[in-house]
C-alpha cells in the first residue's frame, strides 16, 4: 500500500512571498503523484500532476512541484502568493493497479497574510 | 460542460437510519469513485465503478454500499449511520478507471446526530 506524509500542517505566509508545502510519499511501486487544493465548503481541485517524463511539474495558478524519487517527495512551490492562495492543500499518490485509489496525505492549510 | 454533481449538498440524519447520496459524472464519463473525508483529514477511498462494476473497494464495514446505472451517475448507500458517518462525501469521475484523470464533485456534507 501507499501512504503520503504532510509534515506541515498549517503554513502561514506574507503575500507576495514564496511558499514550498511539503509532501513525502511511501511506496514499493510506480506511482502517479497529485496536488489538490480545496476551498471552503467546496470540492477538490486539481492543481498539477505527475505521471512520468519531466520531474518539474507546472500546474495552474502559478503553481509547480518537482518529482523527487530518491527522497520519495513531491513538494509543491510558488514563488508568489495571492490571498487568493488561502485554502487547504492536499497531496495524493496513485497505483496503477486496478481499481487504482488515491491516497491523500492529511493536508497542508496555507493562509497568506496581507 | 456540466461537472460532477453530488445531491443533496447538506443532509442530517440520525443515528440508525439510512442515506442515499447520489453522484452524476461528466458527460461521457464511465468511472465512478467515492471518498469519505472526516474534518480535518484527507479524503479516504471507499469505491470505484467502471462500467457498472465494482472495481475497487476501500477498508469500510459492509454497511457501505453503491452501485453504477446504464447512464454511469452513481448512488452511495449507508446504512446504520453512525456518529463517526459525519463526514463530506466525494464523488469523482474519470474517462475510465486509471486515476490520472479524475474531476472531483463539491461533495455532500452529511451529519450524523
Known amino acids: 500500500a501507499q501512504s503520503v506524509t504532510q509534515l506541515d500542517s498549517q503554513v502561514p505566509v506574507f503575500e507576495e512571498a514564496p511558499v514550498e508545502l511539503r509532501c513525502n510519499y511511501s511506496?514499493?511501486?510506480?506511482?502517479?503523484l497529485f496536488w489538490y487544493v480545496q476551498y471552503p465548503n467546496q470540492g477538490l481541485q486539481l492543481l498539477l500532476k505527475y505521471l512520468s517524463g519531466s520531474t518539474l511539474v507546472k500546474g495552474i495558478n502559478g503553481f509547480e512541484a518537482e518529482f523527487n524519487k530518491s527522497q520519495t517527495s513531491f513538494h509543491l512551490r510558488k514563488p508568489s502568493v495571492h490571498i487568493s492562495d488561502t485554502a487547504e492543500y492536499f497531496c495524493a499518490v496513485s497505483d496503477l493497479s486496478p481499481g487504482n485509489q488515491f491516497y491523500f496525505g492529511t493536508g497542508t492549510s496555507l493562509t497568506v497574510i496581507p | 460542460d456540466a461537472g460532477v454533481t453530488q445531491s443533496p449538498t447538506h443532509l442530517i440524519k440520525t443515528r440508525g437510519q439510512q442515506v442515499t447520496l447520489r453522484c452524476s459524472p461528466i458527460?461521457?464519463?464511465?468511472?465512478v469513485s467515492w471518498y469519505q473525508q472526516v474534518l480535518g483529514q484527507g479524503p479516504q477511498f471507499i469505491f470505484q465503478y467502471y462500467e457498472k462494476e465494482e472495481r475497487g473497494r476501500g477498508n469500510f464495514p459492509d454497511r457501505f454500499s453503491a452501485r453504477q446505472f446504464p447512464n454511469y451517475s452513481s448512488e452511495l448507500n449507508v446504512n446504520a449511520l453512525l456518529l463517526g458517518d459525519s463526514a463530506l462525501y466525494l464523488c469523482?469521475?474519470?474517462?475510465?478507471?486509471?486515476?490520472?484523470?479524475?474531476?472531483f464533485g463539491s461533495g455532500t456534507r452529511l451529519t450524523v446526530v
Open positions: 511506496s514499493s511501486v510506480s506511482v502517479y
Open positions: 458527460s461521457g464519463h464511465k468511472s
Open positions: 469523482a469521475s474519470s474517462l475510465g478507471p486509471e486515476s490520472y484523470g479524475y474531476t
